[in-house]
């Protein structure tokens, strides 16, 4: 089955979307990280104009929920007065830029990001979803996050430029990457990228150019919360923050500096080790395993509830609960996904939320005692 049409667009903090607990405006953190002052100004603002809640995106964004139309423009001079607006619409809707969130200042990843920053003018005009990931560490981290233009390191030990969807990629230096990149982005324009509308899908039916034969280094380790050189590392279950609890853990751990990720996970620059609830704090929680997205009645699309019935079954394993069949929490395949429907699940054995389901009208009410029998 094909995938349900979702929206053709991101939202943005100067365009934000309508959802069921009011506008949802999204922060796009340069190089994925945000000054202390700005964090604590952004949970400030979250409370004050928005509902309080935050969450972290599987583009390394940060969205402020439940927004009031009357409070759009507040917010908006709130963010600017924090360093964290676009003066420019169209340059913040090019800024989907992914970074491996462990860069530091001046190696590859930095120096890269943040010429690619300088650049987003250069750039053709791409559809609205087409995102870039610079991962340029001493092995990718990010090749299961979603982007379409990657810098990556290369098996033979220098960086690649690799297209989604492609096996491989085209050697690059520091010094061409970004040359590189705005050269393969406007041949993806001039070939007709914008009807596919992402880079994997349009290279289904387009040959590459000669020259990609480069393959990619063997991924890393995942990231898991605890320590690492560049901080200590929390999560968030579906990646759903109260700002109260943020501010209070980034006041707490005296940290510098914040750090969001793909994961619902990020990084506190220079924290000391504090545990407060709401945030997960040990590699191997079960709630790392489980996808859910806002469903009912945050989110107009969805007939069910979603996150408290995840919870409950989070010892199942890798789960995916979505309210509807977009699956905007995770847009691929699941071990087990749970599908609300006219306030009940269908259950997709090894699927993607728009696949045949195994079984239908489950009751949400019996479903953690049920599930592990179906």
């Known amino acids: 089955m094909n995938r349900p049409a979702a929206k053709g667009w991101c939202p943005g903090a100067h365009r934000p979307m309508m959802s069921g607990d009011g506008l949802v405006v999204r922060v796009r953190p340069r190089l994925a990280r945000l000054s202390a002052r700005q964090a604590l100004g952004l949970c400030a603002a979250a409370s004050r104009f928005g509902s309080g809640i935050i969450d972290l995106t599987s583009r390394a964004n940060l969205q402020i929920r439940g ?10 001079q709130e963010l600017n007065a924090l360093g964290l607006l676009d003066a420019d619409p169209a340059l913040e ?6 970074v491996a969130p462990l860069w530091r200042d001046g190696d590859d990843t930095h120096r890269i990001a943040t010429a690619l920053l300088g650049r987003l003018a250069d750039l053709p005009e791409l559809p609205a979803k087409v995102g870039f990931a610079i991962d340029a ?10 982007a379409d233009f990657r810098i990556e390191r290369g098996a033979q030990g220098g960086l690649i430029l690799r297209p989604d969807g492609a096996p491989n990629g085209r050697p690059v230096t520091p010094q061409t990457a970004i040359d590189e990149l705005i050269a393969l982005a406007r041949w993806f324009a001039r070939t007709g990228g914008d009807a596919s509308r992402r880079m994997a899908a349009h290279l289904a039916a387009t040959p590459l150019p000669d020259g990609f034969d480069t393959p990619p280094a063997t991924a890393a380790a995942p990231l898991a919360p605890g320590p690492t050189a560049a901080g200590r590392v929390y999560g968030a279950a ?4 109260d700002a109260g609890d943020l501010a209070t853990l980034l006041r707490a751990t005296a940290a510098r500096a914040l750090r969001v990720t793909p994961w619902r996970l990020f990084v506190l620059e220079g924290a000391q080790s504090v545990d407060l609830p709401g945030f997960i704090t040990r590699p191997g929680d079960p709630l790392l395993d489980i996808d ?14 979603t996150r408290a019935l995840a919870r409950r079954l989070a010892a199942h394993g890798p789960l995916h609960v ?3 069949a977009k699956g905007c929490a995770r847009p691929r395949t699941a071990p087990l996904t749970l599908v609300g429907r006219e306030g009940r699940f269908d259950l997709v054995k090894d699927g993607a939320p728009w696949d045949s389901p195994a079984r239908t009208g489950l009751d949400p009410a019996t479903l953690p005692d049920r599930l592990g029998d179906l």
């Open 322 to 324: 979505s309210g509807c």
């Open 292 to 305: 859910a997205c806002p469903g009912a009645p945050f989110c107009p699309s969805a007939s069910v509830e």
């Open 238 to 241: 579906f990646g759903q923050i």
């Open 93 to 98: 809707g090019r800024r989907n830029i992914l």
């Open 67 to 76: 927004v009031a139309e009357a409070n759009h423009e507040p917010l908006l």
């Open 137 to 146: 560490g001493p092995a990718p981290v990010l090749p299961g996050a979603s």
